[in-house]
Structure formats: C-alpha cells, structure tokens
C-alpha cells in the first residue's frame, strides 16, 4: 500500500512556551511492497514521522495519506477503524502484556474485531508456527526469552493482515543475532508483499541488504547527504 | 427559592451548559470562517481536532438540557409545598410570570435541541465531515434559544417567594361552574374525542404510506401531522385522559399526573408523546440534509428507523391515552 507524504509538519506544544518543531516538510513517498527504513539519531523525529504514518494523530500541517486517504484526519470512529485494518505496529520495548499467555497476547488485536475466538486461535496458531514458537503458546509472556518476546511482537503486529508493517527501533533491545533475525522476518514479510517502514539507528538494519531505501532524519527534514 | 437543592441542582447544571455553548460558540464562529474540507493548512487541521471536542461536550449539554425539562417539572412540583394555593407544579408554575413560559421554551427545546444533537449524530456517521458548517450555524441559532431557556428558569426560580398566593390546578384546569372561564373552558370532550382518534388514524395511515414508499413531501406532510398531533394530545391529556386516571369528572390537570399517587403514569404518557412527536418530525428534518455527501444511506436508514419508532410509540401512547378511559367504560367505575 502506498504511502505518501507532503509537506508535513509536526509541531508539538504548539503555541505555547515548550513548543518543540518536531518535524518540517516533510516530502516522502513509500512506494507499496517496499521497505525504507528511517535513519537518525535519538530525538530526529524519527518516532513522529512513524507515528503520523501510523495514523497515531495528525500532521500540524501537510498531508499524510495511505493509499491516497487521509487517514490519520478521519473522523475518530474511522480511523480506529482503518488503522486496525491496514497498519500493523511493532514497538520498541514490544508492549506485550506480561501477565496474557503468548496466544492471548497475539489474539488481542482480534478482540474489538468480534472475530469468532476458534478463528483467533487459529490465525494465532498459523502465526506461532511460522515464527517457531508453538511450543510456548500457553505460557505467560512475562516468562520467555527476548527474542521469543520480540516474534511474539512480529506476530500481533501481524495478525490481522495488515498490509503495512511499521517498528519503531525494533532492534534497540536485542543483540546482534536476535536483531539479524528480526531482519530475516521483515524481509520474508517484505516478499510476501507487505510495505515496512523501519525507524532505526542500528546499522544491522540500515545496512541490511533487503532495505530498499534509507531515508536520514536530522532535525526534523529530511536530509539528502 | 435558590437555596434549594433542586434549584441548585437545575441553575448550575444550567450554567454549566451554558457555558459549554458559549465555548462552543467560539468554534462555530471559527468553523463558519475558516473551514475547508481540502485544505491541509495548520487551522484546517486544529479545526478537525477542535470540533471533535467541541461537538461532543455540546451534544452532551444539549442532551441535559433535554433532562432539565423533567427535572424543571419535578422542581416545581416540590416548590408547591412552599408555596401558598399550590398543590401541583401547575400553582408553582403560576407563582410568577416566568413560570409557564419556561415550561414552554424548555418543551420546544427538547425538539431544538434534539435535532441539533441529530444532526452532530449524521456528521460523525459519515467520514467527509458533511454538516460541519450546518451543525455550527444551527448552533450559533440555537445559543439564543439557550439563553432565553436558562434566562426564564433563573426567573422563575429567582421569583418564587414563599409568600405569594396562586391558584391550584382545580381552579386553572378545572370544569368552568358558572363564575369565571379558564384555560380549557370550551372544549367538547365528545369532539376532543373524536378528532384524537382520527388524528391518531390519519397518522398511522400516513406512516404505513411512508414505510411501502419514502416520499419527501409526505415525511414533510407527517411531520406536520405529529406537530399538530403534539398540541391535540396535550389538550387531550388535561381535559379527557386526566380525569380518567384521577378518577374524578371535575379535577384536570397535566402535572398531576406525575405524582406517585397516580404511579408517575403522566412520565409514560409525556415521555411517550415527545419521543414519539421527535421520532416523526425528524424524517422530516433530515430529508433536508439527505443530499449531503456520504449521507444519502445514512439519513435513509435513519428516517426509516425514526418512522417505525414513531409508529410504534403512537401505538403505545394510545393505549396509554386510552387506558383508563376503556377500563372506566368496561369495569363501569374505578373498578
């Protein structure tokens, strides 16, 4: 799915003492099937020009559209909606419930869905197979290792389908070999035809063969070296 | 009378309203000025936030507004305790000039205001934001109404003095015996009768037209038909239907009917009649948006849905109507 970005702008706090121009003009297009990651050192407005993507809220000024709508401006009732059905997300620190078993964990984002729970589990089920980790299927989250943690983000980012990928600094809390198989993942998604956008500043992503584009942010612009 | 929880309650949940609408007056002048759906300039993008907000916390305060109207009755049923001749909210509602008046914008509000909270409930139905200009002109419309509403109440609170004599109902509602004419003085209750029940035939033939077959200038004629309905079957409440639940040929009277002796019967009669007067006015009133973008099969499902509410709410109004009336007739008294 196509995303394309024009002109915009994030400014936080605007108006006000502590105002912070977190973003400005921002000229981007990701074309559908690919994968760009989002390079830049900490505080670049990395993390804000993922979340605008990721229709979290609005661009101050400018368009930020998905397929050519505007999600991130629908109404609210819509854009729950569109968001849950096109973008799946894959944090930094995972957010995994820690108390859920893993099959929960994965399912929860089929809850508001109404889907049938035989349905969730078997969708989480295909999931936990692809990414190897059935056998902790009925364990706490809390009590897995990291890099089972980090599949089990993979899959509840995937378990609705959804046609975009988007992580914020997925590899920031692994090491080298979890991280390689992290990339492994996404370029296996990326060839299923999933668009990904990766927000990193870890050369093991950005120097990954299957990135198709590296995109560097500092201070908010885009910078062409 | 403001030192009393129900005039606490009702003036300040009033003035939170208000104040509500007057922030939200802000906005409307904002929107009318500035809003443009294509645009993806900064103002245009805080308008989009701005409403959100705005629109809810208004639908929410005109919602209460709509409350206040029971609430407003209730008060002035307690203030009659207090108040010398009064034995009903209709004594306290004429202790002072405001009373009545109040009564009567607080009643036309509850349509008002409804259709206001209507049309905010289309707009966030649709995804291209279709009535956002027209919400918030209807809402700089309806502040004035606002105001007069809240003004009248905190006039009439504000003029209820414990030592002012009014009238009881039996004296403003009651049978005329030959000294002085009062406010239903003239009225048969043979031809009340039989214009209620016609209307109320009319009505249902109207609605079954509409359900085999939408069309505009019937859902126009209908809702005239409810607003005519509504003025009838208040008449019809006081000088027929009340008489039946008292019991008593000589004692009319619309508040009474919302005393626990009569088992609050008159909140089923009036709660059904204005619910069911909404329900069949508002086909009406959103045909007139039904042309907006993305509306079309959102109003269409609406005014299919409020006809069908309307019907069946008409269907329980008349057996409440009638009641007491047909128990009376078969049981050949009180029974």
Redesign the interface.
Known sequence: MLIEL??V?KIYN?GRPNEVRALSDIDLVVEQGSMVCLKGPSGSGKSTLLAIIGCIF??????AAIATRQLA??????LTLHRRETIGFIFQRFNILPELTVLDNITLPLLPLGIAPKERKRRAHELLERFAISHRAQFPAGQISGGELQRVAIARALINNQPIILADEPTAHLDTTLSREFMAIMQQLQVAGKTIVIASHDPLVFEHPAINRTINIKDGRIHVP | MFLNPWSLALSLCSLVVLLLGAIAGRTAVRVLRFWEPGS???RQ??L??EI?LSSTLVAYGLGFQIITLILFVLAADQFCQVIVGAMCATGALLANPFGMPALLIKLVGVFFYGFWILLHQLD????H?PLVRIKYLALLLLLPLLVLDVTLQTLYIAGIKPDIITSCCAVVFGEDIGRTANLMTGYSQQGLLATFIGSIVVLGLLGGGLLQRWRSWLAKLYAAGWLWFFGLALVMITTVVSSYVYAMPFHKCPFCLLKPEYHYFGFALYGTLIAAAFCGTSPAFAGLVRGRKGLSAIVARYQRLALILSLLLLVIFSGLSFYHYLKYLISGGEG
């Open positions: 024009c002109g702008s605007q609005p661009p101050t000024s400018g368009r401006r629908l109404p609210d009732r819509f | 993806d300039s900064n993008i805080r989009e936030n959100w966030i139905r649709s995804e934001y």
